[in-house]
């Protein structure tokens, strides 16, 4: 970035004791307690200074000698010289490599900062060996420093004990490191290591709601983490997200609903792209009315619909060039490295190789699943019909999942109906979901557990107006004992199904009039593959982002000739304890619409106009509509063009 000089006139301090004279300006000395001059501004204040400006956090204005001019950006006018004075800053601090904590400028950290600056929410998915978290915990820590005592800085990661060992050990290490610099006595914060946080405090002044804290992201740790962000206020409030993609989709939502009520918000997301649906995949998702159509993994930078995102690609890497053995960034992947990973990988068409290496969502995910992420986009399974032609039909799907190696008793609820087609004008019956309802059990009532599930399944099924013939649910093992509860309490119309039993002579689709049960080897599988036509074909909508994650995770195999699901106990150990109950539910409703309201695929693929759109509460934030964006925040609410 060139300079850009100016004459200016001096103001008559060369003079005087401590001042000093940089960027075309004079900066005032450190001063005692009786306003005394003692010492010259130290540079690192100087630059903290220029870059507060800069950024138009401050009342004076950018040095007349700042690099640079003013531009326009996400965070309205600032003087683009800021960068300079941030990577001034940062090597003040962590340009010694022999320091605790080293930094470097490379060409990705240069790129993320150019960014950062103009775009207060920004998503960076990136490959392994970029450099991400470092550069997360730079710009979060110096944050910090620049306005401790109204600052707060939250960073986010997986669980407690897998951050120690990465950003939050990172944290630590920087913490340290400007330590060294400035001395015990001057800085402004104590490190509580044992509470993973550091508390503002300057000799006897101490502020709780200042400092820096580990917010762990993992579904595990929710409640807790979501204690210290409900209801927090701080003028300034960064959040630094290192493994974004792993938040709960619970967690996120409380931040956004809390922390966006702030004067200043700043984000910065870091992630390896695994799900289109995951919490990072959502956040994403290109704001283009094409989605993710619009971008590609040759795609460097692009506007979502919650922010920004910068793609860090890994072939890309500013040491790729360099000879072999040859590392001239520290950290970052090598020639070298990127063979190996490709060998670890199984190659470069993988989904591994895509995530770790490309930065980038995969376009095939893993071939062995019965669904894949790309084709639900591709086909719009998670859009919302738009208009019914007439009041579609409640419909449910009950997965008492307990009975049979799951985790959760599901009631997934949707509706079936006829829609017309928007381009073709071609009707055809849809089936929609709309709710899904995990049933808990009280674990201090003296009612029977299996008591307490049929009871609450019939009351959610009466409140969403689910006539009895529309339920469909799974009487394996321990099912046949809930089925003659509801049979007691309910009605027998309700449609038993045996996951494990044999598919049924349904035609698998209009297109293919083979019965279901010469092709899968039981009705669990006839259940699931019923779907990919109605996919294909438009029929199949509204699905959430927690179950597709089930639907593209649930793999199948070969037995007998036939096709056959993965077992659930199978796909729990291979996922760590996930288990498809949800997807279960969701095939149930789909089945009792293929048995009693004459859903069944056409088989010929749909184009729907895209007529719908949603209001992101980060786009609201950004212009100004904070109040709107809190009463638009249920995600299922739709505003028409």
Known sequence: MPAVTKKVQKRGHEHEPHWTFKYGEWFGPIRDVNGRAVAPKPDYMIEISCFMSCMGWSKNPPPSESPGDWEECQRGKIHSGASYHFMKLADFFFSDPAGIFFFQWNPFATQMLEDKIRCPILGVAGAASTGKTEFGVVWGMLNYLMAPKNTKVLVGSTTKAAAKGKVWGSVTNAWYQIQRKLGEA????????????????????RNTKAGIELVAGAASEEAESAEKVQGYKQDRVFFIADEFATMSHGLWHT????????PLLDFIGMFNPDSFYDVAGLFSKPKHIL????????????????????????????NKDFITGQEKWKGLLTYDKLEKSERDAGGKNTKGYYQMVRGWWSPTGTLDTIFTESEIVKYLGDHEVADWDSPPTPVCGFDPSFTHGGDLSVAVFGLCGWVTDKLTRKRMRVFQMTEIVVLVDDLHSNEPKVEQIVRM?????????????HLAMDETGGGIALGALIAR???NDFLRVQFGGRATDTPISKDNPKPASEEYANRVTELWYSGKPLLRSGQLKGLKPDVIIEMSARTYHKRGGKIAVEAKEDMKSRTNGKSPDRSDGLFLAVDVCRQRLGLSSTETPTKFLRNQTRLSPMHAYLSGQNQKSQQLFDWGQSLRY
């Open 457 to 469: 399944l019939i009351k959610h099924c009466r409140e969403k107006k689910v006539d009895p013939k």
């Open 255 to 262: 931040i956004k609903t809390n922390l966006f009520k702030n």
């Open 291 to 318: 989605g993710w159509d619009s971008v590609n993994v040759e795609t460097e930078f692009y506007e979502s619909e919650e922010g920004f995102i910068r793609h860090l690609d890994g072939e890309k890497s500013p």
């Open 186 to 205: 001057n800085m402004p914060g104590k490190l509580l290591g044992a509470q993973d946080k550091i508390v503002y405090q300057q000799g006897k002044e």
């Open 489 to 491: 309490d309910w009605s």
